[in-house]
C-alpha cells in the first residue's frame, strides 16, 4: 500500500500520481506517526482544481477528513452496506488508528474460494413423496424449473464452496447420470455409494478424511442460509461441531392447567411453546470422523457422544429461509414459494 500513501502536505500533484499507481481510486493520508487521518479521490482533486487550486498545492485543505471507516471485524455484508449508502467502492480498515487493509467492493462481491468439503446425504427413498418418488429419487424431483439439489448446489456455489461428496443409495444412478463430475454446474462432484442404510451420519465413515472442516446437509432442504457465514462461526467459536438449528413453535390448542398437588395454581389459554429443532445442516471438524462406525448411526447420536466426551459443540441459528421437502404438502408449498425465495 506504499504506493497510495500522503502526508497532509503532500501536493495534489503527488495526490494524482498516488491515485495512478495504486489504481484503486483513493490515496490514503497518514500522519508524520502513521496515524490515519483521511483519504483523497479523483473527485476531492476535481473540485479543488475547479476552485482554483494549482497542482503545487497542499492537499491539507482538500482531503476527505471525515472518510467512512471501518475495523478489522466488521463482517462482509456490513462492508458491503457501507459501500452502497455512501456511494464509495473503497473502505480503509482501520486498527487503533492505523491502517491495516483496504476493503474494496469489487473483491467483496466476488465470493472466496473455499477448498471445505460439502457432504450431501442424498440417498433416501422419499417414501414420504410417494408416488412422486416412485421412478426418480427425490434429490431429482424439480422445485421451479431445476433439481431441488440443483439449488442446493447453486447456493453453496454463490458462497464460494465447489467440492461436493454425495452419498447415495436409492436409485444412485440416476442422480450421476445428471450430475456426472460436476464440470456442467462448475463444481466437483465426488460420489459414494451406502450399499445399506447407514443413517444421516453413519454415510461419513465412507468418505476419505478432509483437512479442513466439513458441511453435512440433508438433500431435500430449500434454504438460502450463509455458508460462508456458518463456516466463520464455525471456525471463531473454536467448535468441533456446529448444529444449524431453527425455532419452532408449538401451540398447545387447550387451556393448560397448572397444578401444585390437586390445587391449581394457574390456567393459560393455548399457550405456545418455542423450541430449537435441527436445520440438517451441520459443520464438523475432521477429527469427528474417528469416532463414527461403519454401521447405521444418525447425527443426534454423534452430537451426544462429542457432549459426552465434553467437546465443544455449538448451534448455529438458522434465520433465513428453510423447508424441509419431506411430505407432499411441503414439496407443493416449495413450489409456490421458490420464486419469491431465489429471485428466479
Known amino acids: 500500500m506504499k504506493d497510495i500513501i500522503l502526508n497532509p502536505h503532500s501536493t495534489i500533484k503527488d495526490a494524482i500520481n498516488a491515485l495512478n499507481k495504486g489504481a484503486i481510486k483513493i490515496a490514503i493520508v497518514l500522519d508524520k506517526n502513521d496515524n490515519f487521518l483521511g483519504t483523497i479521490s479523483d473527485g476531492d482533486i476535481r473540485r479543488a482544481i475547479l476552485k482554483g487550486y494549482s497542482l503545487e498545492d497542499e492537499i491539507n485543505n482538500i482531503y476527505n477528513k ?11 455484508e456490513k462492508l458491503i452496506s457501507l459501500c452502497v449508502e455512501n456511494s464509495i467502492y473503497q473502505i480503509p480498515i482501520i486498527e487503533h488508528n492505523k491502517l491495516v487493509d483496504i476493503a474494496i467492493l469489487d473483491e467483496l462481491l466476488k465470493p472466496k474460494e473455499y477448498q471445505n468439503k460439502v457432504v450431501l446425504m442424498v440417498g433416501g ?7 412422486l418418488t416412485d421412478d426418480i429419487p427425490k434429490p431429482l424431483l424439480k422445485v421451479g424449473d431445476k433439481p431441488i439439489l440443483e439449488t442446493i448446489i447453486e447456493n453453496f456455489k454463490k458462497y464460494g464452496f465447489k467440492n461436493f461428496i454425495f452419498c447415495l443409495n436409492y436409485k444412485s444412478d440416476m442422480i450421476k447420470e445428471y450430475f456426472k463430475d460436476g464440470s456442467k454446474f462448475g463444481v466437483n462432484i465426488e460420489y459414494v455409494l451406502e450399499n445399506k442404510r447407514m443413517g444421516t451420519a453413519g454415510a461419513l465413515s465412507l468418505i476419505q478424511k478432509p483437512k479442513e472442516p466439513f458441511f453435512v446437509m440433508n438433500g431435500d432442504l430449500l434454504t438460502n442460509i450463509n455458508f460462508e457465514s456458518m463456516l466463520e462461526y464455525h471456525i471463531q467459536n473454536n467448535s468441533i461441531a456446529t448444529m444449524g438449528v431453527r ?4 401451540q398447545v390448542p387447550y387451556g393448560v392447567v397448572n397444578m401444585k398437588d390437586n390445587k391449581i395454581m394457574s390456567i393459560e389459554e393455548k399457550p405456545i411453546h418455542k423450541f430449537f429443532v435441527s436445520g440438517g445442516i451441520y459443520l464438523l471438524d475432521p477429527q469427528v470422523l474417528d469416532i463414527i462406525p ?3 448411526y444418525d447425527m443426534p447420536n454423534l452430537f451426544e457422544e462429542l457432549i459426552k466426551q465434553n467437546k465443544n459443540v455449538i448451534s448455529f441459528p438458522i434465520q433465513e429461509y428453510w423447508l424441509d421437502i419431506g411430505r407432499i404438502e411441503e414439496y407443493e408449498k416449495a413450489q409456490i414459494e421458490y420464486e419469491r425465495i431465489f429471485d428466479v
Open 294 to 296: 461403519q454401521q447405521f
Open 66 to 76: 471525515k472518510a467512512v471507516t471501518a475495523s478489522v471485524n466488521t463482517p462482509k
Open 125 to 131: 427413498l422419499g417414501s414420504r413423496l410417494r408416488p
Open 247 to 250: 425455532e419452532y413453535d408449538f
